[in-house]
T-cell receptor, first 114, second 111 residues
């Protein structure tokens, strides 16, 4: 099993450009989420999904959109990139049962907005 | 909303020494999880604590969950160079799959 796969690994954008970060999991997990990691701030939740067709906002959703058309895929869209969105982005999936709530993370995408 | 505070932010340890990192939530948690992130890597799940007062061990790592299910700690004995990285706690709220992560404790080891 590949687990959680994120693409691309690195990306440089100009201010105002848009792009989509891809995330796919092959573990049939119901719950998927996107985090951004900035120095000294841990992992902050951007958006999450509890199943196909269902998404909700996390603590830092502004400037980002998500959709969940299939169980496997959960892309994150940056609508108009800003330097404040320079960060490392992690996608994670969780089986979502009462006893299995641990998150499996992708390798991350390092995004720089200039 | 739920907030998870973690201290210290940095821990510089002499090889062979012990250290502890602490995690505190503003609300009662259904469980708390610990993750380790090596430099340049992604967070990797270490353990989950569910019961009030629970203590679990993984070799030199000891994890505790407080009686009120609002705080937790990770204690590492006889630190080795392989322990280098950032350790995060993450709290799951009641009736919620969302995880709130602490800011992490970044550990460096002096040989």
């Amino acid at each position: 099993n590949a687990g959680v796969t994120q693409t691309p690994k690195f990306q440089v954008l100009k201010t105002g450009q848009s792009m989509t970060l891809q995330c796919a999991q092959d573990m049939n997990h119901e719950y998927m989420s996107w985090y951004r990691q900035d120095p000294g701030m841990g992992l902050r939740l951007i958006h999450y999904s509890v199943g196909a067709g269902i998404t909700d906002q996390g603590e830092v959703p502004n400037g980002y959109n998500v959709s969940r058309s299939t169980t496997e895929d959960f892309p994150l869209r940056l609508l108009s990139a800003a330097p404040s969105q320079t960060s490392v982005y992690f996608c994670a999936s969780t089986l979502g049962t009462e006893t299995h709530t641990e998150a499996f993370f992708g390798q991350g995408t390092r995004l720089t907005v200039v | 909303g739920q907030q998870v505070m973690q201290i210290p932010q940095y821990q510089h340890v002499q090889e062979g020494e012990d250290f502890t990192t602490y995690c505190n939530s503003s609300t009662t948690l259904s469980n708390i999880q610990w993750y380790k992130q090596r430099p340049g890597g992604h967070p990797v799940f270490l353990i989950q604590l569910v019961k009030s007062g629970e203590v679990k061990k993984q070799k030199r790592l000891t994890f505790q969950f407080g009686e009120a299910k609002k705080n937790s700690s990770l204690h590492i004995t006889a630190t080795q160079t392989t322990d280098v990285g950032t350790y995060f706690c993450a709290g799951r709220g009641l009736n919620d799959y969302k995880l709130s992560f602490g800011a992490g404790t970044t550990v460096t080891v002096r040989a």
